[in-house]
Every structure is written in structure tokens, then in C-alpha cells.
């Protein structure tokens, strides 16, 4: 349990946290706060869980945040907290796409750490604007690209990184999800209505959705810059404003190549995130909602099944890993370990004290990584399917 | 997010508890306390995490437990958290198996609830006794046979009950491991040592530290009561003290047979617990390993997946389910589903509120009939692998 | 492609058979007839196919056998064809189980080679017969126990007998089915009525079908002689007079355990023959259905695939492989493999030439082995689940 | 045995073939040998086995063929044969891919019925030719794009055609090998040279070789006629002359879209062909190297595992089934149905009598086809990966 004997090292007191968006049937802040409180680094103390100023205080009640750090904005929760002698150490954004921007702007203009759920912006130009923020202010900004948190994720960078594979050639990455194959947003579904709207998500549906996911993983674990990409971005349901699927050709720097897909019209998948990896001396697969497993093959011997926690998974997945093989951690776990990460390079950065090198987790560089990704797809795919250099 | 929403419903505050055994390093203890923050509804304020006066209070400080109810005695914490207004909800037993049964016993008898690790106790007598103290004291006493809280396991039993697979003929299920294939007790090994070791674990040994789990979740999903069993249990590896491996035949009433197999000798298997049940209509087949799926099979129809949460998966699985499917969920998960139950089984006896009937949870009364259990088995095993009676 | 470069080495002409049973609509005279054309090592040239005279010469027709040569008895058969300068080398037997040892006999007195169906008889008195009856008639006895001569069943073999798994503790070995779900033989299914009846098929319903494979398979695979059985048979479908279930506990000579499960009831099985063998050093898994894949773990390794022509088989592998790995065999191929196998033997046997050392077919006394299997198991389950020992 | 069952029906002999190429040593030789006789609806009975005379003359004694038909060159085997009265029925083609061409058009024009090996030829403009001269001859031309013979593939085709699926959408197809990891082409292996020589393979390497068998596949079982296509197409292995990887993006007529993947340095896989369609009402999924299973989700229910000859396959895989469900058939299988669709066909051709309307096979069209989708890929990648209509 090398999470739990690490706690309260640095600082011996819990960090504190506050979230902007999330409230009450939110399905992704209820995910944020499971995670947050995994390992027992952190305490949730103030809110602006709405931008209704009733329903944000409703959920805080709920939530069991004190009244006064109940907030109606988070204008008013950054100017407040930062003054206070115990305020939140850092933020955490939950809200619709569009408004990751302004709020993580906002308290990082404070002074306040910020935790934010991916994508990052809505477009290349607000990333941008972030990134330099974030160099000005000094502060740690953590992108919620969860599934690097998975330990067979870090494991199979690990093997990557130590020449396991050889060279690398080949990066076959795919997303396929099958909830939007009819029109549910004419339905009034909550989840598919903001998703599919340009003003709340951008110029990317799927692509931003979960093709951003798929594409920051394959950049994960092979450590490969993307240099070019070529996109075919369809909507295949009548009426559907943005794409519902995404077939991409991928270059990556040094001569790899490889393929991107995501669809969310994939009859049979739920959440079908697999990565396959290949290079000149080995193979590996792994699959998230098998998340336990990674497989790998050295060139001309059998296929190896490596588990978490068991026989052939070395330090980078038992660092972030819970409970003895054989028995699954999920999502939520995976989730944790970005926090449990976070926590790290919070304390680290508080207590200005040394960080351990073996802490990684997504940052705004990642993030601005990911909106360029949409851009040159949705720029790809609009100009007849051409080569679009990343920049 | 139907288990964050029925937080604080009834109390509106957090239910409180104390923890004996499960000091820094113990493994389970840290499981206990993962789940027990999963949902927000317990807070930890006390304990004697050893029977080491020092180490109990070094581990307390680490969790971050106040230092006047860091306890150096179980006994102590008992006499003195009945009598604080803010005192202890509930205790959480995770002491070796042998002291199960007297920490029960003092808390019991103090009028503090029992949350307590399986198995119930070492003897039969022991667990009489307990069942006894339970039902005189007016006091719950929740058994964490964490494999129930498990969302696909709680659709089987729904299928079972709804009589989908008609009238159940045979129940197969197996729980092989192999973390003792070699004589690791002798190289001082803890997990091994005292597991191994008549004195702390009883007459059993693979079949009271897992083939208690086979049995309970057989129990569990089929709502078949053992009226008979035979069973041959063995020890493999030289100078073992006790049983690393159990063959055993079973007669359930009613007239459904089966078997059940564990081991800690089957080399390749990490916690391979599966079920399988097959009545005069279909079968079902579930894997720990892989616990969002079930599988089922109609008779004279193809295989179904059914998926934690997806299509097929009833109001049984997603009472105990936080994210969608897809999103693998893990053993933290079921376990944190078991203090779930818990949670809302003490908040009606608290607050003397009535308690949502599709709440479930392991009792006093199902560590007996494990106790009976392994001691049938080896009986059974010593008279030469005759059917004994479960009592 | 060494079993076709092998052909005509020794006589120069392809083997002459004749088919007792097995006439049109017979399935596994089919399969026998595809098994024999496989390899291109036999030619069908005479036939008995029915005990109703006509129907035998219709079914001769129907397979290309000329006239003269398609008889209207077995005892006619075999009294021709020794006679002839081109008479058949051998016979093959796919009568109903009671006809086996009757056919046996007649052919073997009249100097002919057998090639038999499993079960051998059905009674052990019978068997015995005709074990010393081959003896005294120098004749070779085949039996087609066709799981035997799938190519990873043979790599599983010489991997245990290399020693890659160490000492064998456990043996675990299942066949389950469930076409016998529903009390089809009262319908008039004709495969379902003998099968169920004791005067075509002996003492054992289900035990004496598929549960001699699963015995055979276990004993082919580790080498083990079986000492002792304890089991419960079970007829669940009511009416039924033979058992549809079989569960049975092994004792091998030297210390090895284990356990047997068949079924006929099983619902979700179509013919899920599954062995699993556990050493002191490592275990493996073999799964009939996905006949060409091995699972293999060395203790404390990750586990591995082994595939069939693939990295990690062997030579016992590859001498009874047709397609490169990735291609898949089949049921068909499997079974081929065991005539040619008999075309070696046959071939030493005529020519009086050597035979390679690597040739293995089950033979009459694999037979006589199934026959008291099933006795034992019989006699254990009518004696209320008693051991029973192997004579 | 529905195959068996119809032999002789037409003209109650066997069907006569004579062989080009696949000589001893030859694999693909040995495979169509196997895959005619396994329905004993052919006899081989005369061959041109290699361009070297003696050892044409050498593989046909070996392979039990009669002197006076064991020709040293494929033009006097054309010209002999058509003047016997016993002449053969159709000529199976089996040399290298650059002499498909001169050898089929030599028999057609001898007035000879062809199966050819895939792909057809090694130019498109060879391959109209041949189509032009299949058409002015009359006779059958029998493509053996073999994977299409596999039941379950036959099922997929009917389930798309029955609008299960409902409108299809996308096509994910992809074919990963990994044996041309290393530059084995210049060790001398044998298979490797020719198929990365541009002299005898063609244009394409990779692609040729089997990119077009899941070009094929994927417009077999949805009927989908390609309209336009984007390649990227690489040699990853120094020196290497042709591709040894290729990623195509797909345009259908209609409007369904997709991707196509073929790989040869892909670590880890064998012949990992898999075939994905989406459509609006329904996913399935086929992976080659099981192919006894077919993965079909209903959209909104549960994912279903239909089995050849099991529950939920029908008559268009039960046409083409050999055993049971549960018993796996293999790559001969599948080859062989190609063989029994074929024999079907001549016999209605050559007995002037109705063909069932069930009977389907790959034809000299679908290898004009694959020698356009070759093409077109190449000249897409030649370009600078940009859409190249189909012609």
C-alpha cells in the first residue's frame, strides 16, 4: 500500500479542495470526488457547484460544505478562498467545456492550483492563452486524462520507455462507444445534448470527446510526438450538428505511423478504449475495460498475459496500484491515482520540498496538445481528408 | 449516482467509526478504509490498530486519528467510546482470525454495532456464542463477505429469484489461487505464516481463508441452503499444517448438487474465483477477475453478455453501481458496496427509520453457517471423505 | 506439411479399409469417413453400414462402394474380405456401443485389424475379452479417442513429461454439455435415445459418453494412473434412466488429486471439454473448443499462449499439424490425426518395418482403462459415493 | 451432414482435377489437396506440379498420380487433357501469383473449367482480360478466396442481407501478421522472397497479399460495393522492396464508411483477420482465428455469442457445417466449402442442370476486383494519400 504510507508526509494535514461545476446529478463531479477521496489526501471544503446561485447551494448542503464556503460564483469563490488563512489549496473544474477556460483563469489569476477535467478549451487560441498563464502564475496545472492513471498504462510506457519494443512503428488506437447511435439529443438526454452542440463543445464532437482520449493515451505510452495527421470525420445520425465518427491516419516523429478511431455509433461497445502498440522486437495490447490486463509479445515467443500487481508488472504499475492481483481495480481507482499524483506535486509544490521523478500526470501542455489534435482534424477532414501537420 | 444522492438522509451527518486491528502494513485494513471513504458516509475517529500499545499509537497518528482515542486495548476503546457523546457508531474488526470473536464480544456487549472481516471466528462454539451475544444485544453485526457487494453478483441472484433459470440443478464454483505452491510460511512470510498456522486460523486453512468465499456466494446467488457435503481436503506442500487445497461434493436442499473446488496450489491463478449455475431453464457463469460481466444462457438461445450497468442489467446491479458501463468498476468497489449496506442498515437502527428492503448485506448468521461449514468439511475430510450434515 | 511428405513411404498404395456401421444419416460415420480421406493415407473399398440389409447396400451406393463389396453383415465381411487378395487392412467399427466388442471379435479372429469407437464395450467382462484377444491375435486395436490427437493435447503431454510443470498435484478435468437439458429422448431423438437407454449404451449414461473422454484426456495428457474415484451420478430430467451428471473426485497413483466433472444438463455447454493440470513448477489449461491455443504458466511467471505451429510448440506439436499457426484446426483435423497415426502403425504392422517412437494412439487396453472407469464410477455412486478402487 | 448427404446426386461420379503448381514442399498445394477431399466430391487424378520436369514427374508419383498424367509443362497438360474421354473437369491453379494469369487463360481457352488461387493476377489489365475470356468461354472460374467459405462468415453475410444490422454505417476490417518483423526475405526463406519481390507478387506487397482478403471479406458479408478509398501504405523493414503495412480509409457506395488495416511486422499476431460492421440497428464481430464464434449486438441489448451450427446461426451456415456446435472446425474447413460450392457448380454445368440458389463463391470478377483494390491503394499512396475512385 505505498499510496496510503505515503500520506501526510510532507504537509500532515489534508489538502483542501474546492470544485466549480459538479453539483447534484453530475455524473463526472461525483466521479471527481470518489477520487479525490480514494487515498485520503484531500478534503472537499468549498464549492460553486452551479451556476444557479439556489441549486449551487443545495448541492453544498448536500455535499456537507459549510455555509459560508457555499459559493454562487466562482468569481466570488476564488476572491474569497485566496483570502482565506485555511482556503482550498487548489480547485478542481468541472463544468461544461466552455467554461474550463474562464474559471481556471480566474484562479490561476489567484494564486490557486488547479485541477481541471479535459478537454482542456474549446478552442487552439484559449489553450494557448492558458499555457502562458499558467508559466506567469507558477501554479500546477493537472488535466484529468484518467486513463493514465491506469497501472497497465504506466506499465506499458514503462516498457516502451526501457526498449522492450524496439523501435516503435505502429500505434493503433481506438475508442468506439455506441450510446449516440440513435438521435438522443432531440430526445432532450442531458449527457448528448451539450456533447453534440458546437457552442458548449466546440468544433469536435466525438473527436473531442473521446478521440482526444485515445489520442493523448498513444502519446502516454510511446512517448511519440504526432507530427501529421489526416482525418475523415463523418455524422452519420440525420441531423447531428458534429461528428459522431472518426477514422485518422496518424505520423508520428521518427517514422512511426499508425490509425486513430473513435465513434459513438459503434453498435456493441460501450467504453471500447484499447491501444495496440508494435515495434521492432515486441507487441503489447491493452484494452481499458479489461483494465487488469496488459498483453505483450516478444518477437517469436508466446504471448504473455501481465497483471497488475502480478508476475512481469514492475514498479511504475505497483506505485499506483491498491490491491493484490486477481482482484480488478476499475475506473474509479485509475481516476484516483491522477489525484494521488496531484497530491504529490501539490504537497511538493506547497511545502517546496523535492518531488518524487516517478510523479507524472497530464498537464496544460497536454491539454493544449489535445485542442491542437481536434483542430488539425476537424481542418483535415473539412479540407477533403489532406495531411495536416500538427504545430 | 444513486448511492452519493441517500447521503445524509436520515442522520445528516457522517456515521462514525473505530477500527481494532489493521495498524500500518496490514493489508486488509487499508482495504477497509478505502471502502469505508468510497461513499462519504463513515468517517474513522478511532482505534486500536494493535495489540502493540506503541504501534497502535504510531498507526493512529498516520491515519490521522486524534491522539486521546488512539487506544493501546480494544477493551479500553470500547469502555470509553460508549461513553463520549461523539463516541464510535460502529466498530470495524480486522484483527487475525482468532481474536474476531472476543473484540466482538466486548463491543457487543458495550452496545456498539459490529462491522467484523470473515471468517466469523475460529470454532463453531465461538461463532454460537456470537450469534447468541448479537441477538440478545439488539445490535447489528455486518459480516464483510466483500464478494456480495459485487454489482453482477447481485443481478445473479436477482435471476436466480426471478426464476430465470428455472428450477437450479447444479452449482459449480471454485476459488483457485497459487500464492502457496511453495513453502512461503516457512520463509516468514506474515500473510503465509499465520494462514497457515492452526492456532490463528483454525482447523481450516485454503478452506476457511477462501473456500468460505466459494460457499457464501454460492449461498448468496442460488438462496439454496448446504444440506450435505464431502469433501477431501489436502496439503500439498511438505510440512504444511493445514489443508492448501479442497475437493468437495454438494447436496443442497431441495435436490441441486454441485461442487466446489479451491486451492492455493493451482499455479496460474491470482483470485480465480468463478460461479457457475445452471438450472432446468439457463446457466450463468461470473469470474471475479472480470466482474462486470455475467454471462447467461437461455436454454436453446445464444450466450448473452450481460454487462455491469448496460443493457440486460437490472435495478439490483445498479443500486450498488457508481459508473457507467463500460468503465470497469473493482474489488474496492464491492467492498465499499458492503459498508454502502451498512451505512444505511445503521442509519435506520439509529435513527429507528425504516430500511429500503433491497438492502443486503452478510450477517452474524452467515458466518456461522461458514463455520459450520469448514467444520463439516473437515470432519468430512478427517472420516475419510464421508457426507456430513451441515447442522 | 510432414504427414503428407510421409505418405506411400512404406507399401506404395494407399490402406484398404471396410466401415462396420455407419451408414447415411450416422454422424460419426461421417466423421470417421472425412478423418480417413484427410491425409489421402486410406481408401474405403468395403462396407457393412447397417444390420438392415438394404439399407447397408443403399449406403454403399451412396459412398461409392462397388457392390460385391458392400455386405449385408459384418460376420459376411469379414469372412469375404479375408479371403481376398485386395481385402481390407482394416475395419472400422461405429456401431451402437453394444455391438462394438460383437464386431471386434470377428474381425480380429479373422486376422483383420481394428479400428474402433469409443466406449470399447459395455461391460468390463467384455473388454477383458477382447484386450486378450488382441493379445492373442497379434492384430493391432485402435481406438478412436479423438481428443487425443489434437496437436496442443499432444504439446500439453510432452511438456509434462519434460518435467516443465514439475511434480503433478491436481488434475481437473470437466465436459460439459447440455443437450440432454430437456427429456429429448422421450420425443424420439435418436442420438438422445440411445445414449439414455442402459441396453445400447451400459451402466453409465452421461459418465460412460463424455466423462470416459474427459478420464481419457487426463490420463493421456499427465501419465497418471488413476488409483481410486469416488463419485455421484446424477440423473436430473425426470424419467430419465442413466445418469446426466457426473461429479467425481480422483486419486491418483502417486499422490496426485483431482476432480471430474461431465454433464449433460449443463445449460450454456455445448461440448466444453476443458483440462487443467497444476505441478509444483507450473500449470496449464487446454480448452477443446479453442483447441489451438495452451495456456501455460511457469510459477512466478507471466502466463503464456502457446499456440498450435506457433512460438512455444514443439516437435510432439507440429507432427500432427496440417496450417500455420493463426489458421485454425479443428474437431475434424484432430481426429484425422488419430488415423494417421493408425497409418503408421499399420504400415509397420503389414510391412513389418519400424515404427517412429513418436507415433501414440489409444489402443484396446485405453479401452478396457474407460470400461472399469466407468464400473468403478457406477459401483461408487450405487454404494452411497464411496472410494472405489482401480483394478 | 447436409454435404455428404448430396454427393453424386448429378452425375454419381467423382469430378476429375488436374493441379498447376504445388509441387511437394508447396504449401498452399497441400492445403487444396486436403480441402478437395474432404467431401470426396473430386479425385485428383493429373498435374503439372512445377515448371522443372523432373520434379513435376517426382510430386505426382509422390502424390499417387499415373504416369501419363503427369505432365511437364501446363500447355501439354491443357492439350492432352481436353482429348481424353476421362479428361479432367477443371484445372486448380496454384503457382506463384505472376503465372496465374498464362496458366488460366491456356485452360479456359483449352475449353477447361478453372479454381484459381488468389489474387488473380498481377495487373489489372491482365485481369480483365481474364474476365473478358471467363465470359467468351462459358466456363466456371472458381476464385478460392477461402475465408469466405467459413460458416459464420456465410452467416454474417445473411444476417447483414436480412437488415439485421440495420443501414450499415461503418466497416472495420483489418488482417495483422507479424512474420515479416525481420528482413527474413534476405535469408532465403522462401515464402518471404517472392512475396516481397515486385517481379513475381505484383505492385503490392502487403496489400496483395492480404489486404485484398479483407477487402474481400468486408464487401462479403455486407454486400457493399467500394467506392472510393485512401491508402498509406509503408515498408518498415530496411531493404524491403513492397509494403509490409497498410492503412486505407474506405468510402462505400451508399454512404457507409470504414477502415482497413493489413499488417506484417504487427508483433504478436498470426493471421488476426477481424471483420466489424456497424449499422443503425445492429453490431457484429468475426475474428478468423475463431471462427466458430459470431459476436451480434441488437443495439440497446445484450451482446450475443451465436455458434456455428449452435443457437442463432442459420441455414446459410448449417449449408456449409460439418460437426456439431462445440466441436471447432478449422481453415480446411472453410477452404474445403469453397471446394463443395465449387463442385456443386460444375456439376450443374457440366450436367446442364439447376443450380441451387444458395451455392456462392468468389468468382473471376471478385479477383478483378481485388486487382483494382490493389491498384487503387497503390496509386493512392503513390500520390500522397488522397481518394482514388474505384473504377
Known amino acids: 500500500m505505498a499510496i496510503e504510507a505515503s500520506k501526510h508526509k510532507t504537509t500532515q494535514r489534508k489538502l483542501r479542495l474546492g470544485m466549480v461545476g459538479g453539483g447534484e446529478g453530475a455524473f463526472i463531479g461525483a466521479v471527481h470526488r470518489i477520487a479525490l477521496r480514494m487515498d485520503d489526501q484531500f478534503e472537499l471544503v468549498a464549492g460553486a457547484f452551479s451556476s444557479d446561485p439556489a441549486r449551487a ?18 468569481q466570488d469563490m476564488a476572491t ?8 482550498i489549496d487548489a480547485v478542481i473544474i468541472v463544468t461544461p467545456n466552455h467554461m474550463h477556460g474562464p474559471v481556471a483563469k480566474a484562479f490561476l489569476k489567484a494564486g490557486i492550483h488547479v485541477i481541471c477535467d479535459k478537454p482542456l478549451t474549446t ?51 481506438e475508442y468506439p462507444q455506441d450510446w449516440l447511435t440513435e438521435a438522443v439529443e432531440q430526445t432532450g438526454q442531458k449527457q448528448a445534448s451539450w456533447r453534440t452542440d458546437p457552442a458548449r463543445s466546440g468544433a469536435g464532437g466525438c473527436i473531442g470527446d473521446i478521440g482526444t482520449h485515445a489520442y493523448n493515451l498513444a502519446g502516454f505510452v510511446t512517448g511519440l510526438k504526432l507530427e501529421a495527421l489526416l482525418a475523415q470525420l463523418t455524422s452519420f445520425v440525420p441531423g447531428r450538428l458534429l461528428d459522431d465518427d472518426c477514422q485518422i491516419l496518424l505520423r508520428y516523429q ?57 508476475a512481469g508488472a514492475g514498479s511504475s504499475a505497483a506505485r499506483v496500484t491498491r490491491v493484490p492481483s486477481g482482484h480488478p481495480e476499475g475506473y474509479l481507482e485509475g481516476f484516483a491515482n491522477i489525484y494521488t499524483e496531484a497530491a504529490l506535486a501539490l504537497r511538493a509544490a506547497i511545502d517546496n520540498s523535492p518531488l518524487d521523478p516517478a510523479v507524472v500526470y497530464p498537464t496544460v501542455q497536454d491539454g493544449l496538445d489535445g485542442m491542437k489534435f481536434i483542430a488539425a482534424a476537424v481542418e483535415s477532414s473539412n479540407n477533403g481528408n489532406v495531411w495536416v501537420k500538427l504545430k
Not at 447551494?57 to 466562482?74: E, N, P, Q, V
Not at 502498440?277 to 491493452?286: A, C, D, H, I, N
Request: glycine share 12%; aromatic share 8%; charged share 20%.
Open 254 to 310: 521518427g517514422g512511426a505511423r499508425g490509425s486513430l478511431w473513435a465513434s459513438q455509433v459503434a453498435v456493441g461497445h460501450e467504453n471500447g478504449l484499447k491501444l495496440r502498440v508494435y515495434g521492432s522486437r515486441g507487441g503489447l495490447e491493452w484494452v481499458q475495460a479489461d483494465q487488469n490486463y496488459l498483453w505483450f509479445t516478444p518477437f517469436g515467443e508466446p504471448k504473455r498475459l501481465i497483471t497488475r500487481a502480478g
Open 57 to 74: 447551494k443545495a448541492s453544498a448542503l448536500t455535499l456537507g460544505i459549510s455555509a459560508d464556503r457555499a459559493y454562487g460564483s466562482f
Open 123 to 173: 478552442t487552439v487560441q484559449d489553450a494557448e492563452e492558458l499555457v502562458e498563464l499558467v508559466k506567469t502564475s507558477g501554479k500546477l496545472f493537472v488535466l484529468t486524462h484518467n486513463y493514465t492513471g491506469y497501472p497497465m498504462v504506466r506499465q506499458a510506457r514503462a516498457m516502451v520507455a526501457a526498449g522492450e519494443l524496439g523501435v516503435i512503428r505502429l500505434v493503433q488506437v
Open 80 to 87: 474569497v478562498e485566496v483570502a482565506r488563512s485555511d482556503g
